[in-house]
């Protein structure tokens, strides 16, 4: 698959998701990069702003399994990731595949199940792979978890630790609509869902190409260098108690690779950098007694790509 036949898968998938979602292409287009650069997402914000809708739209977008655990207190691992049954008939045990056996996995307010469920997420997350009974099953690609959680509320969750949160290639957050905008979404659901309206337009082979593809994507030397300036000014900011690690810093490199295809280059530029910096980075790095707090982390990961020098060669091949 090229960069023109990934370009415009993704935008079949962004136009039938804007179909149920108002003025959000940003954040939508972040999200596909996410599954083309085969990472994760973490949507974090109040409720009642479409986290849960958009994760659904996605899922409706494209012909592939999807399932929706609710996490809570009382959800154990094995709810998660499936458990042995004893058969009778057989005088054997049974593996019951749980529901992260699927293409989109929606973990809803996954910050409110506790740490030992929490965890069962992470073998599935980094190997794709869940081991039960020291038998260890692949996930079948594609697979992505978006998880949601609310940031506002405390009592009753469990805050996700830094290794869970490494897991995720992004935090997003949609915000409050516009005026506009509102008014588009109220006219839009007046009569009907327009999520139960909506068909695939792209299958699993599709986003397993595009999977395949985004690696061949060009990042020349200089823009490696400030990928990496980047993620080494994080970690000598005095605000800042643990920068960027290795991982994250390759993980800003894939999903800028995903982007530049995305919007139809076969090259990364430094913008595509700056526009995911925040995104990719600002959740894997801890300041100085401020955890938790979404804003200021990005403010600080802004301030280390604002005090970066930009290359000014062209990447593009000749």
């Keep these: 698959m090229d960069r023109k036949e990934i370009a415009s898968l993704a935008q079949r998938v962004r136009d039938n ?7 959000k292409n940003d954040t939508v287009e972040l999200l596909l990069t996410c599954l083309i650069a085969r990472g994760h997402v973490l949507m974090e914000d109040v409720p009642g702003t479409g986290k849960t809708m958009l994760a659904k739209s996605l899922a409706r977008s494209l012909d592939c399994g999807f399932a929706r655990i609710q996490f809570t207190p009382d959800l154990l691992p094995g709810d998660v990731t499936g458990i042995s049954v004893f058969n009778a008939q057989k005088a ?14 929606l973990a809803d307010e996954i910050n409110r199940a506790t740490p ?29 978890v978006v998880a949601t959680q609310n940031p506002i509320e405390t009592q009753g ?27 588009d979404i109220m006219r839009r659901f007046i009569r009907n869902d327009p999520l139960s309206e909506i068909s695939p337009v792209a299958t699993r082979e599709d986003i397993r190409a595009a999977q395949k593809a985004f690696v061949e ?4 030397e200089p823009v490696l ?5 980047i993620c080494e000014r994080t970690r000598a900011m005095p605000q800042v108690n643990m920068g960027a690690s290795p991982r994250g810093m390759l993980a800003l490199l894939r999903a800028s690779q995903a982007y530049a295809l995305i919007k139809g280059r076969d090259f990364v530029t430094p913008d595509d950098v700056k526009t995911l910096a925040r995104p990719v980075l600002a959740h894997r790095i801890i300041m100085s007694g401020l955890y938790g707090h979404a804003s200021q982390a990005e403010d600080m990961v802004w301030e280390a790509v604002s005090g970066v020098t930009v290359p000014t060669e062209n990447p593009e091949r000749t």
Excluded: N, W
Excluded at 167 to 183: A, D, H, I
Excluded at 217 to 220: E, K
Excluded at 225 to 229: G, L
């Design 17 to 23: 998701i804007a179909r149920v979602i108002v003025g």
């Design 92 to 105: 054997a045990f049974e593996f019951k595949p749980g529901p992260v056996f699927t293409h989109i996995l």
């Design 116 to 144: 030992r469920t929490q965890s069962s997420l992470l073998e599935c997350m980094e190997e794709r792979q869940v081991t039960q009974d020291g038998v260890t099953r692949p996930l079948e690609e594609p697979f992505m």
């Design 157 to 183: 969750t469990f805050p996700l630790p830094e290794a869970q949160l490494d897991r995720f290639l992004m935090r997003l957050r949609l915000g409050y609509p516009t005026s506009q905008e509102s008014m």
């Design 217 to 220: 994507c060009h990042v020349s």
């Design 225 to 229: 260098k400030y990928i990496s300036d």
